[in-house]
């Protein structure tokens, strides 16, 4: 297992002490999101640990870098060494970064001196506003759109434009639709809606009439019997809503309507929403709003 990038504070590799918990600090000159992202997914490399988190955005000047080094160097102890993912990319600020005694991965160091190689131009070191705040208004506004799109279309509650969406995810009840749907528009820009599965809809060989003419931007959803169940059991325990039986009869009927109207479909039961979000938009060809 590699350390931290040479000179990247302090320490080497970050302890993990067993049954223990690794404090993970998320520090970035913007929102925080890109370093937060990016250090979880590493992260869900290591499932036999515990970690806590604490995301620190918005760091500006070289006496606020101060203090979150203060903090950092803080959780430092004698069994447990802090890990900290850094997208900072102003250098006065990296520089005081690097001063803590623990573990910084710098992601805005070596890749981007990589990318730099490549491309034979320099990096604006302009953080990462741009990508996820204000800095073009354009996506910006485009972005919003898209969330209020997914949060007007939620669960079926509108109808309106319904024919606009990029994508209608389509599912039996507390499959993932919800996340799934807030999670495109919020990190992808896409206008998502999402139309739940009812008693009536598993009786009929035909998609609900709203969604009837509009299955080539339809994607379904399922999962396992048993961890639906479990799902819906932490909401209504003991109903025939939540009993394994009708779990198991819904999503078959679903994944029959799937079949039968040539919409794609995937199993959510063991994956993430980002993998859920990556799998989808590969499969329906969709484009992030960056792209």
């Known amino acids: 297992m590699p350390s931290a990038p040479a000179g990247s504070g302090g320490a080497g590799m970050p302890s993990a002490p067993e049954g223990g918990v690794t404090p993970v600090f998320f520090v970035a000159g913007g929102t925080g999101i890109s370093a937060e992202t990016l250090g979880n997914l590493m992260l869900q490399q290591f499932p036999s640990l515990t970690f806590s988190r604490r995301k620190i955005p918005f760091i500006k000047t070289v006496e606020h870098m101060r203090r979150v080094v203060a903090e950092i160097d ?3 102890t004698d069994e447990v ?31 981007l001196d990589d990318v730099e190689r490549v491309l034979h131009v320099n990096a604006t070191h302009g953080g ?8 073009d208004t354009s996506r910006y506004d485009a972005r919003m759109k898209a969330i209020e799109y997914a949060m007007e279309h939620d669960d079926g509650a509108s109808l309106r434009n319904l024919e606009g969406a990029d994508l209608i995810l389509v599912a039996p009840s507390r499959c993932g639709k919800t996340p799934t749907s807030m999670y495109l528009a919020l990190q992808h820009g896409l206008k998502v809606a999402n139309y739940p599965l009812v008693e009536e809809d598993f009786e009929t060989a035909e998609l609900p009439r709203p969604i009837r003419e509009l299955s080539d931007r339809c994607f379904g959803l399922l999962s396992t019997a048993a961890r639906l169940s479990q799902v819906r059991g932490e909401r209504r325990p003991g109903s025939r809503y939540a009993s394994l039986a009708q779990c198991s009869y819904e999503l078959r009927r679903a994944e029959a309507l799937y079949r039968a109207h040539r919409i794609p479909s995937i199993n959510s039961a063991k994956m993430s929403v980002e993998e859920m979000a990556a799998v989808i938009m590969q499969s329906a060809h969709l484009s992030r709003l960056s792209s």
């Open 74 to 76: 803080a959780a430092h």
């Open 81 to 111: 060494t802090p890990l900290v993912f850094s997208t900072v990319s102003d250098e006065e600020l990296r520089k005081e970064l690097l001063r803590t005694t623990c573990a910084v991965i710098d992601l805005f160091g070596p890749p």
């Open 128 to 135: 990462t506003d741009s990508l996820h705040g204000v800095g």
